[in-house]
């Protein structure tokens, strides 16, 4: 039904102005404006092609998993380049992670090394190397 459509991911943000700095600077990413006034949003550009569609909410929550994941050749130079693009990545209980922030030897059949940080928003991004 759907094999011949085009089809994108969506989230939301609280500020569009904020969300096209970071994704556009910070990740490096094509961002396009689309659409005005109350009806403005985003468009991201991920490597490889997919879009992501992104929205403003009023009454946005952040989401309480990780909505993008970017593989990586080298964990360490991803998580140095964007500590100087200014972002600061997250600590969780259950997850052992060294002095930058990086869980090393996910486990069996798991990533080498993965990191997770947030965009202005809240909302939880991830960086991973697996091979």
Same mark, same amino acid.
């Given at each position: 039904?759907?094999?011949?459509?085009? =089809?994108? %991911?969506?989230?939301?943000?609280?500020?569009?102005?904020?969300?096209?700095?970071?994704? @556009?600077? =910070?990740?490096?990413?094509?961002?396009?404006?689309?659409?005005? +006034?109350?009806?403005?949003?985003?468009?991201?550009?991920?490597? %490889?092609?997919?879009?992501?569609?992104?929205? *403003?909410? &009023?009454?946005?929550?952040?989401?309480?998993?990780? #909505?993008?994941?970017?593989?990586?050749?080298? #964990?360490?130079?991803?998580?140095?380049?964007?500590?100087?693009?200014?972002?600061?990545? &997250?600590r969780y209980p259950?997850?052992?992670?060294?002095?930058?922030? #990086?869980?090393?030897?996910? @486990?069996? @059949?798991? *990533?080498?090394?993965?990191?997770?940080?947030?965009?202005?928003a809240g909302n939880?991004?991830?960086?991973?190397?697996? +091979?």
């Open positions: 039904m759907f094999g011949e459509t085009t =089809a994108y %991911g969506s989230f939301s943000v609280d500020d569009l102005d904020a969300a096209r700095r970071f994704y @556009g600077y =910070a990740l490096g990413l094509t961002v396009e404006d689309a659409g005005t +006034g109350d009806m403005r949003m985003l468009f991201l550009t991920l490597p %490889g092609g997919a879009r992501v569609f992104v929205y *403003p909410k &009023e009454d946005h929550a952040p989401a309480s998993f990780t #909505i993008l994941n970017f593989e990586v050749e080298d #964990i360490d130079r991803a998580v140095d380049d964007l500590t100087a693009r200014g972002a600061v990545f &997250e259950g997850f052992d992670a060294d002095g930058k922030g #990086i869980v090393r030897n996910a @486990g069996e @059949g798991g *990533p080498r090394g993965i990191a997770w940080f947030t965009d202005p939880v991004i991830a960086v991973m190397q697996t +091979g």
